[in-house]
């Protein structure tokens, strides 16, 4: 697809969601709203796992990490209350530096280690969470989290927190944009198609990998903010849990990695079938007088979904440039 093309879709696309949440029932709309947020959560595991191909399963444990710097800073039972927005700051930066905690004592490792060391820190994350009850409160959750301090009135209003998301969405896709042809964007991809070679030619490995992992959990952190926010509460530690991180590699196997269109597309694929599809298959189902539901085989239609994908379009609906250009040759 061309680039052209691609700015003509994406344009088509940011007007339908600006337009959406006006004609949208508040149900459907909160759902996109949602959707919005995970989306920047999968392009900040696109960054990691897509560009720079390092096999992250820990993707949660910045998403949880994220969120609840959020609520320690604004909840009223501490004495920090802060604003929204510096919150959401310091809950980017906080994820980043807990990001590349992580990585500095495993860029040696590759493919299947790494991949088990983010999980267990994905684990080492959710049960202190848990555990943490003095900080967390333990599996009730930090709440309320106040709205953002200015002359909108966010309460009681997921407009305001939809707008808010598909901003910061538009924001994350344009920077992630610019850093693919920028020296970082073109290191990451060159540490994944070759490690060794990339070094040859002089790159340093370690420092590429480090900041690939910290920039994937800062835009991690960044959607746990505003997940927390919109949601009015940070959510307990099984929000934050392995499934999850498994999720959103999901959303990129199916959308395509390596790319900004596959990141969001899988996402609004897979979030959309199973929030909004399933839900309103439902009620017809019920409706209709039949004793069954359809979400009861939510997950077997799911799971066909990723086997048939593997088998007939491993590179996913929206494959990289790279991807095309090998399938070209």
């Known amino acids: 697809m061309s680039r052209q093309k691609e700015k003509v879709i994406a344009i088509a696309a940011l007007l339908a969601l600006a337009v959406f949440p006006l004609v949208a029932s508040p149900r459907i709309g909160g759902e996109v709203k949602n959707i919005l947020v995970f989306c920047i959560l999968t392009m900040g595991l696109n960054v990691v796992v897509g560009y720079a191909g390092l096999l992250q399963l820990g993707i949660a444990a910045f998403f949880g990490i994220g969120a609840y710097i959020t609520g320690i800073l604004t909840v009223s039972q501490f004495p920090f ?3 929204f927005w510096p919150a959401t700051l310091a809950a980017t930066l906080g994820s980043a530096v807990a990001g590349a905690i992580l990585a500095a004592p ?3 490792l590759r493919g299947d280690y790494l991949a088990i060391v ?3 820190f ?5 049960f202190a969470i848990k555990n943490l009850e003095n900080i967390t409160n333990g599996s009730r959750a930090l709440n309320p989290i106040p709205a953002p301090d200015n002359l909108l009135d966010w309460n009681g209003n997921y407009r305001w927190y939809y707008y808010l998301a598909l901003v910061m969405v538009v924001l994350v896709a344009l920077l992630l944009r610019r850093l693919e042809d920028s020296h970082l964007g073109r290191a990451w991809f060159a540490i994944r198609e070759d490690e060794l070679a990339a070094t040859c030619m002089g790159l340093n490995a370690a420092q590429v990998k480090l900041s690939a992992f910290a920039f994937g959990a800062a835009l ?3 959607a746990g903010a505003l997940y927390a926010a919109s949601l009015n509460q940070t959510g307990g530690p099984d ?3 392995f499934n999850r991180s498994i999720t959103v590699l999901c959303f990129l196997i199916i959308g395509g990695m390596g ?3 596959g990141a969001i597309a899988g996402t609004f694929i897979l979030m959309g079938y199973d929030n909004i599809l399933t839900p309103w298959i439902d009620e017809a189902v019920q409706n209709s ?5 359809f979400s009861t085989f939510k997950l077997v239609i799911f799971g066909l979904a990723l086997i048939l994908m593997m088998r007939f379009r491993p590179e996913g609906f929206f494959p990289s440039r790279r991807a095309e250009e090998d399938a070209a040759g």
């Open 106 to 108: 495993t860029l040696r």
């Open 220 to 222: 991690a952190g960044l």
């Open 239 to 241: 929000s934050y849990t």
């Open 259 to 261: 790319n900004l269109r």
């Open 122 to 126: 994905g684990e080492v994350v959710k």
């Open 81 to 83: 209350q802060w604003n």
């Open 289 to 293: 007088g039949a004793q069954w539901k």
């Open 118 to 120: 983010t999980l267990g």
